[in-house]
């Protein structure tokens, strides 16, 4: 008994997706033991015991946020994922399909039929379906659009035309409105008579009669304000005003130092669209970081982990290819050299060390800079000290190393002009590191590109074919 | 006077960095400009249009909040940093220096005597303080401790009592308190009484005599709520609550995934003891990514712009230092097979290409591993499918990207059996990249340790010195 209570404990100590794998493996461990047995047998056995297992599954299914369902999904192999996606109720569907990652979100929905579909958005608000809209099949989007009230039918589409990194594709419709000739009274009369706020309600937003923005009444000062204050003593004109075609990463930026719950967006005639709140923010925050993490490592986007060969081939196989391309370059510069390695062959054996060094200083250097980029922290003025500055770092750097690398190269070959060619080639590959760390994303961001995508592999090409290039030109020059 | 309007309109489109600068070097100009004169004129000009300019400067860093101020003070080289930093309103010091990053605020603290130091905490709430503690001088720290009254002395200590990374590290102190017997009504009139809310306040805690949480009264139920009702029925008891001792990743995932503004933090006896809101999170979440980012790229951690160039070279030494060791190894490894390239010289052209894709490769699937324990969707048994999958994966693009690199390596030598040792190795050394990538960051878990910390240096020193090895001994082999 009391080793039961233990495991009852421990149970609940589990997480939500540690608990769905547990009764997932009894349920299946049954199915093959029942299917071991003789057919007559089986039905039996199916028929108490896996009731029970599954009833045991739904059970547990049903208590759960639809972010953790949509958590577990991501984890599960696909016929198991499907298996679980079958037993989640239809109410929640719409919810975790919007919290899965667009890879899973995939899987599921082609798992899905049409009715289905369109039932799973008859849960969801406008700006919502928006976000699932580039999944869906046409036909769906199209009974979706008929079935819905005018309004909404605008909303969406209003939703739908915002590009997909700009504050319109963040915001929602959620606004509660008011005037600014009321008392504070009527105010929280008005709110009573509502069932429920929109989540991340912070504020009310005052307009006039052309929906012109006035002023934000924080829920905060209504609730610390005297009954008879009217709302234009209360509110407050000074706020931020976001607009649907901004960059998003400018609003994230806003929420982040203004410590925002919610944030109006509107039109440029100064007429109130919607809002940001601070929940699409994090999740904004949290994507772009996960990109920018791929797209580093030479993943084109987020990957379902268990997703088909194939399909991982496909989401991979861009970087690689640019990768060889410049290994192939990098190869035809050692090849120019053939003779100069013919004769003295260490060079082939220290090459690699010039190459590795440089690329991650390099890409020290670009980390840096790009980072200040994104921040906005770098105008042409700060350009040439930050020059100078990573400059200096890599001579410092070159000194350092080179000597490691120059005593290295002697204590294994036993010749100090080699040693030397090493330090020097090492010291002049940081420089160029450093120099084209800051030019590369410098020179992307003027030309309108992301500097974070592609300049660390660029940087990389640099330093290896550089590297190779100055290596084996000092040593044919002073060594042959 | 069209033009200057014009003028007008452009600067105030400007960011509060742009017009900062703007006012700086207008001031460094005419100061450039007065030196050039003789003394007798100088003072005369400086009165004039310096303290102009200088009131210029003070409106406008006046009208900033406190986060942009030190978005600013970071974009500046250190002297510009120091002026704007010495105009800057002492009530605004603390949260300037909360609001900047370590290395920047360091500068700023360097710059301030202990009297400032002391003044600047004034304006803070004890868990900003203790955010500050570890910059500040030990006699500063003392001072502050003895002009705090006892209650705030024990939360200043709590607070400072926490591991960086829990989520008592992220708490704050302002929670309000309700008991569950009263109506709304008293509730909306005890808050009315208050001179303003605690920010982020979206929902008050419900505690019994002992402090014992119950409950919470989310404002926006409390809002739509008669006011004849009793806070225990219209509170939910169902919320998150978190423990200071847990890891702060946590608690960004639950608000992440249940779009939480604030949160309660409890002891182990269910006493409230704070409350973590998603201002703090939001930062956390971005510190995080970009440790992360900052880890990657083999920097210790967040650098001054404009740090010396000693202090750079610190911050980056030892990952350059790691990356000098497996080179040498590397090195080392195709040391041993000097003989085979001397003979056959094109073999040091091709080797980089079979290391730099196998890299990239490793890479790869390192990131998608250590991005799924990161969201804790890997356990024992997904293991086994993972490096099945990503066994396959590499097996494709081994047969893909191995076919192309035999095909140029033949193209190039005319050396058909030449280009076979080039296909095979490359096949070799992706599934070699594609074990590691899984094992590296799964082993480094089991030990305890964080996987996104050097596991890419690890994948690329065995991709390095694996494909050396694979290639040089398959071609020692096959070709001499």
Do not use: C
Not at 112 to 134: F, K, N, Q, R, V
Not at 203 to 209: E, I, S
Not at 243 to 248: I, L
Not at 253 to 268: K, Q, T
Request: aromatic residues 6%; glycine residues 4%.
């Amino acid at each position: 008994m009391a080793e039961a209570n233990n495991k009852d404990k421990n149970e609940s100590q589990l997480t939500p997706l540690q608990q769905i794998t547990y009764q997932l493996r009894k349920y299946k461990l049954v199915e093959g033991f029942v299917n071991l047995q003789d057919q007559a047998n089986h039905e039996l056995t199916e028929s108490s015991v896996q009731k029970q297992n599954l009833a045991e599954l739904q059970a547990l299914l049903d208590q759960l946020h639809p972010a953790d369902i949509a958590h577990i999904l991501e984890a599960l192999p696909l016929e198991d994922r499907l298996l679980i996606w079958g037993m989640v109720k239809a109410e929640h569907d719409g919810d975790v399909l919007l919290e899965a990652s667009d890879a899973v979100r995939e899987t599921l929905i082609t798992d899905m039929g049409s009715h289905e579909l369109i039932a799973a958005t008859e849960y969801l608000d406008t700006d919502e379906i928006a976000d699932l809209a580039p999944n869906l099949p046409q036909e769906v989007m199209d009974d979706v659009f008929q079935s819905l009230p005018i309004t909404e039918r605008e909303q969406l589409r209003a939703a739908m035309s915002y590009p997909e990194d700009s504050v319109g594709a963040l915001m929602d419709f959620d606004v509660l409105t008011i005037r600014e000739d009321v008392r504070m009274e009527v105010v929280l009369r008005y709110l009573r008579r509502l069932d429920e706020l929109p989540d991340h309600t912070d504020q009310l937003f005052v307009v006039d009669r052309n929906e012109q923005l006035k002023g934000v009444l924080l829920i905060n000062k209504l609730l610390v304000s005297d009954p008879d204050t009217l709302v234009s003593d209360a509110m407050s004109e000074e706020m931020i005003k976001l607009h649907p075609d901004d960059v998003a990463k400018h609003a994230a930026n806003a929420f982040e130092r203004y410590d925002l719950v919610s944030a109006s967006v509107i039109d440029i005639n100064g007429k109130l669209l919607g809002r940001v709140t601070v929940n699409t923010v994090i999740d904004f925050i949290r994507e772009e970081a996960e990109n920018e993490a791929l797209n580093l490592a030479g993943l084109k986007e987020e990957e379902d982990l268990f997703a088909p060969v194939l399909k991982s081939v496909k989401n991979r196989w861009v970087w690689l290819a640019v990768n060889l391309v410049t290994a192939f370059i990098a190869s035809r510069v050692i090849g120019v050299f053939e003779d100069s390695i013919e004769k003295l062959v260490a060079l082939a054996a220290l090459m690699p060390i010039i190459a590795g060094i440089g690329g991650n200083s390099g890409n020290q250097t670009i980390t840096m800079i790009v980072r200040a980029l994104a921040l906005e922290q770098i105008d042409n003025n700060s350009a040439w000290k930050l020059i100078a500055k990573e400059i200096g770092v890599s001579a410092v750097n070159g000194l350092i190393w080179g000597t490691v690398v120059g005593l290295f190269t002697y204590a294994i070959y036993q010749s100090a002009s080699l040693g030397l060619v090493m330090t020097m080639a090492m010291i002049l590959n940081l420089l160029l590191a450093a120099l084209l760390g800051v030019l590369i994303p410098l020179t992307l961001r003027k030309l309108g590109r992301d500097p974070a995508l592609g300049s660390s592999v660029m940087i990389t090409a640099v330093t290896d074919s550089g590297g190779f290039f100055i290596f084996l030109s000092l040593a044919t020059i002073f060594l042959l």
